[in-house]
């Protein structure tokens, strides 16, 4: 039996409205706080929101508000200036996966002498980062409890993952209301995103039961909303969350596959919505799985409520497949890379770029750029 050893460092807070706790979360971390986030969050009054709780627990509040749908690491060494002329005692994230990521980056790198541009050529970062909250936006955040970074080169748009030992999050506070400014199609690409990453979770040689566990748990939460088109929105809001944490935490133990490594590719180079890139490449993840972990797979259809006793694992895993690819096709959503301005002349690079995330190689059975490239293709 292989060694375990299981630790996350975040504290994670979850419920309606525990954003209003934020000063007895932060308490005793610092009072000058750097308040990282979206310009369009502003639309639905949530920093606006976090800074009365903030300005009500007697904390002094910075904000950078600065960072779109389409913003790199050259935000980041404005956000070091920043926590450097304000002498910021803590970062918050708050925002959806992108965000919380450079806001991460922002306090990784806020307390020390290294760059951004330093860290995306593979130096050392030798300094103590200074205290990171994240607040996500949209149900889920792989990195939520782990240390890694998903980063896009100002200079290039080319993306990867990057670690900064220490940065994980000292706590996630996870609020349902926050994801209401998530809304029609879009609510539906993130689902299918964040089933994609627990799926990639459980499927990767990188998992053990106790991921599985956790995996399983945000399948079955992501599901039974899929399963059920008139859930009311707070139970949603409330559900997906509740399977983005599981996930998240699953992570921490196990790494995604290749169509996140896709999806982040595709939103770095050519500033396609992660979620809609990974919904496009869920079926055939799903493919894949059936062919080289269909054990893994037939695990599922309990969850579904499909299985039969004593049925084969490959017919089973076949009628898994099947039954998800339903709940997928019922979504009014576009599910080709040609819907979003992608061409064909694109497909190699983003192909190139996938094969270099270190989760490729946790696959049950680990992919080339060219095998990548003709799924890509399929995909367009």
Known sequence: MD???FHVPTRIHFNKGIVNDLPLIIEKLGVRILLVTEEILKDYEIPQRIRRVLDRGGLE???FDEFGSTSTTRLVEKGIELIQKSRAQLVLGLGGVRLLSLA??????GNGERTVDSLLAGEPIDSKPLPYIAIPTA??????????CFLIDGKNRESGLYKIPGSAPVAAVVDPDLSSSLGGQYVSAVLLSTLLTALEGYF???????SDSLFLKAVSKILAILEDPEMREEEVREQACKGGISSSIGLTMSSMGFGSAVAFALNGKLMVPKSSAGAIMLPYVLEDALENCPSKVARIAPILGIHEPGEPAVELAGRVVRFIRSLIDRKSIPLRLRD?????EDLTSIAAIAATYPGISHLPRPVTAEELLNILKMAY
């Open 61 to 63: 509040t910075l904000l």
């Open 3 to 5: 060694d375990f050893l």
């Open 139 to 148: 149900f889920r955040d792989p990195f939520l409890c782990s240390d890694t």
């Open 340 to 344: 979003f301005e992608v061409t064909r």
């Open 104 to 109: 991460k980056c922002i306090a990784g790198l």
């Open 204 to 210: 990767s040689r990188a998992s053990n039961f106790l």
